[in-house]
């Protein structure tokens, strides 16, 4: 039952399939810092939605609309997507092309569902209003997390990924709607589901390609944080070592000292004694001590690797950092996100004098997980387009992408600020 006739009832179950849809997309996708102005953006492609369909519905058909929707409703959709996000275009497309593929056969389905209970309009609304909500809610709360966590580690491949949904989406519009509506053809609601099985078996390839991408990424991560912690370790061998080295000495000059202080007590000269006693402690004082920041060896090293890095490069540190026993996330992920804090903060204070270098970290562990890194900066640091901190010189900020990813899929609170020649990157977990 399509109900052409109900110019307002048609106009009605467009926006609705036109609000769900943009919802499914909302649900896994990442945006930049709302703004009046996105918002005013939104409603007026709403507004817009609502003339252009009217207008079509009226002066032709229910079945000439649904052959230009991709032309006046979905294109557009991607595109506002592209205007509200900092991802990149290709895999909004992916996206988006992905949730209206999906949305067509919600939308057909709830359609054959209502003409075999012989419902009516109010029937169709209902029965839609409640689809749109329960996969809405689903994606939202059970593959967010997991599709960023994907998307967010996978850069390459997206352009040809996008064309699949794409092609999909045209082939199906052309079985549903050409020569007439799929209603008036059984045989073609038979064509369509067999489309959405073969659909389907695509996807599942996709979903396996994209989940060997991510464990071949994240394999390399672990390799990089890896490689962290065995320069590291190197550096506490060679700490080691030194003392050592310095051990033996003093060991072998024990038997003198012994001697000396033997000497003295015959003397009877007590105040020699001390003094000689004294100056003798001090040795111990010089030898090297090995560093440790946390009781996490992952996460020790990375942050032993990267102000080791800092020192050498003559930054001057300011360090205070407690970290607890037990992290509240990966200790991975963690390990991450401070090597993307201090690589730019070290970035950064290499392209200043060396008398200028100087950087201040810090960390509590109570009430929160807080972590701030401060360093100067030279010019100016303005937001790029997607809101996040453009380096001066024209650098990349991919360091900061990887901090706010990191926070997105960790629900932490993260800020970004630029004021008397100093910046400050803060995360909370």
């Known amino acids: 039952m399509l109900f052409e006739n109900n110019l307002t009832f048609l106009v009605l179950k467009v926006l609705i399939i036109f609000a769900g849809t943009i919802a499914m997309m909302v649900s896994t996708t990442t945006f930049k810092v709302i703004r009046k102005k996105t918002v005013f953006v939104i409603a007026g492609y709403a507004v817009f939605?609502?003339?252009?369909?009217?207008?079509?519905?009226?002066?032709?058909?229910?079945?000439?609309?649904?052959?230009?929707?991709?032309?006046?409703?979905?294109?557009?959709?991607?595109?506002?997507?592209?205007?509200?996000?900092?991802e990149p275009f290709a895999k909004l497309v992916f996206t988006g092309a992905t949730h209206i593929l999906a949305s067509l056969?919600?939308?057909?389905?709830?359609?054959?569902?209502?003409?075999?209970?012989?419902?009516n309009e109010l029937s169709d609304i209902l029965l839609r209003l409640a689809a749109y909500l329960l996969i809405t809610l689903f994606e939202f709360r059970f593959v967010r997390r997991v599709w960023l966590d994907?998307?967010?580690?996978?850069?390459?491949?997206?352009?040809?990924?996008?064309?699949?949904?794409?092609?999909?989406?045209?082939?199906?519009?052309?079985?549903?709607?050409?020569?007439?509506?799929?209603?008036?053809?059984?045989?073609?609601?038979?064509?369509?589901y067999l489309l959405g099985a073969v659909i389907l078996a695509v996807y599942f390839s996709i979903g396996r390609y994209l989940s060997m991408q991510y464990s071949r990424l994240q394999s390399e991560q672990n390799k990089e944080i890896l490689e962290l912690q065995l320069e590291n370790i190197r550096r506490?061998?060679?700490?080691?070592?030194?003392?050592?080295?310095?051990?033996?000495?003093?060991?072998?000059?024990?038997?003198?000292?012994?001697?000396?202080?033997?000497?003295?007590?015959?003397?009877?000269?007590?105040?020699?004694?001390?003094?000689?006693?004294?100056?003798?402690?001090?040795?111990?004082?010089?030898a090297p001590k090995p560093r440790r920041y946390c009781g996490d060896p992952i996460l020790d090293a990375t942050l032993s690797g990267c102000l080791a890095s800092a020192r050498e490069a003559g930054i001057e540190l300011e360090t205070s950092l407690s970290l607890p026993d037990v992290l509240?996330?990966?200790?991975?992920?963690?390990?991450?996100?401070?090597?993307g804090m201090l690589e730019n903060?070290?970035?950064?204070?290499?392209?200043?004098?060396?008398?200028?270098?100087?950087?201040?970290?810090?960390?509590?562990?109570?009430?929160?997980?807080?972590?701030?890194?401060?360093?100067?900066?030279?010019?100016?640091?303005?937001?790029?387009?997607?809101?996040?901190?453009?380096?001066?010189?024209?650098?990349?900020?991919?360091?900061?992408?990887?901090?706010?990813?990191?926070?997105?899929?960790?629900?932490?609170?993260?800020?970004?600020?630029?004021?008397n020649g100093r910046f400050r990157i803060m995360v909370a977990l």
């Open 328 to 339: 509240p996330v990966d200790a991975s992920e963690l390990s991450v996100c401070f090597a």
């Open 105 to 119: 056969y919600i939308s057909a389905t709830v359609t054959l569902m209502n003409t075999v209970l012989h419902g």
């Open 150 to 192: 994907f998307v967010g580690m996978i850069k390459k491949g997206w352009g040809v990924l996008s064309l699949i949904p794409c092609a999909f989406i045209i082939l199906s519009v052309t079985v549903a709607f050409y020569p007439e509506h799929y209603t008036k053809r059984p045989l073609s609601i038979v064509t369509i």
């Open 236 to 286: 506490e061998n060679a700490d080691i070592k030194a003392l050592e080295k310095q051990t033996k000495i003093i060991r072998h000059d024990l038997r003198h000292i012994l001697s000396t202080v033997a000497a003295l007590a015959e003397s009877g000269d007590t105040q020699a004694i001390l003094d000689f006693v004294n100056k003798t402690a001090k040795l111990s004082e010089d």
């Open 49 to 86: 939605v609502v003339l252009s369909t009217f207008l079509i519905l009226y002066y032709f058909d229910y079945e000439h609309f649904l052959r230009v929707f991709l032309v006046t409703i979905s294109c557009p959709a991607v595109l506002l997507l592209r205007y509200i996000s900092d």
């Open 345 to 419: 903060a070290v970035h950064a204070c290499m392209e200043l004098p060396e008398g200028e270098r100087r950087m201040s970290v810090r960390c509590i562990h109570s009430p929160k997980l807080m972590i701030e890194v401060t360093y100067p900066f030279q010019g100016k640091m303005p937001l790029d387009k997607n809101g996040l901190p453009k380096p001066p010189g024209g650098g990349s900020n991919s360091g900061f992408r990887s901090i706010v990813s990191f926070c997105e899929r960790h629900d932490a609170v993260y800020s970004f600020t630029a004021e």
